[in-house]
T-cell receptor, first 110, second 109 residues
Framework: NAGVTQTPKFQVLKTGQSMTLQCAQD?????MYWYRQDPGMGLRLIYY???????DKGEVPNGYNVSRLNKREFSLRLESAAPSQTSVYFC?????????FGPGTRLTVL | DAKTTQPNSMESNEEEPVHLPCNHS???????IHWYRQLPSQGPEYVIH???SNVNNRMASLAIAEDRKSSTLILHRATLRDAAVYYC??????????FGPGTRLSVLP
């Protein structure tokens, strides 16, 4: 029972490159989230998905797209990476009153 | 979204109790008070939550003021492993969490 898994753990991109961050869960919860965390700050919500096939913008969606093709997986895509997107990205899911977080992906954009 | 206010940092000695305060003066009647913590290089993890009454679990206690405009997370005996950033979050079920900068707790041996 892995809970929430994220791949990759680390990634370095050049400005303008694209990539997809993957998140998968084995907890069978409907709601999933993508956050970013910049140094010394709290987490900020990028996108969320209340259920399979639905997605909504959070606080900081610009520059990102998401996909929720099935209940288990929620991916975050950067189409044209910028240095301002250097951050740690966390996937989370909600079960009842609790959110469960993945280990994070540390992304650096040069 | 209702906001919370926490001190930026606190220090505690190992094996002593720690009281982490949180102000939430604009809390609504249906907002739950949640506490999460984030250990270094990890994602946040759930600590405790409550609505009106004080709550206890194996990790901590949550004391909620009678007017619900403030709350305190209590770690009964701090250990070095409790050094983390602690977030106080208001949750109206179905809405999204709003994370502030939290309180960075340092535990001194």
């Amino acid at each position: 029972n892995a809970g929430v898994t994220q791949t990759p753990k680390f990634q370095v991109l050049k400005t303008g490159q694209s990539m997809t961050l993957q998140c998968a869960q084995d907890m069978n919860h409907n709601s999933m989230y993508w956050y970013r965390q910049d140094p010394g700050m709290g987490l900020r919500l990028i996108y969320y998905s209340a259920s399979e096939g639905t997605t909504d913008k959070g606080e900081v969606p610009n520059g990102y797209n998401v996909s929720r093709l099935n209940k288990r997986e929620f991916s975050l895509r950067l189409e044209s990476a910028a240095p301002s997107q250097t951050s740690v990205y966390f996937c989370a899911l909600r079960g009842g009153n609790e959110q469960f977080f993945g280990p994070g992906t540390r992304l650096t954009v040069l | 979204d209702a906001k919370t206010t926490q001190p930026n940092s606190m220090e505690s000695n190992e094996e002593e109790p720690v009281h982490l305060p949180c102000n939430h003066s604009t809390i609504s009647g249906t907002d739950y008070i949640h506490w999460y913590r984030q250990l270094p290089s990890q994602g946040p993890e759930y600590v405790i939550h409550g609505l009106t009454s004080n709550v206890n679990n194996r990790m901590a206690s949550l004391a909620i003021a009678e007017d619900r405009k403030s709350s305190t997370l209590i770690l009964h005996r701090a250990t070095l492993r409790d050094a983390a950033v602690y977030y106080c979050i208001l949750d109206n079920y179905g809405q999204n969490f709003v994370f502030g900068p939290g309180t960075r707790l340092s535990v001194l041996p």
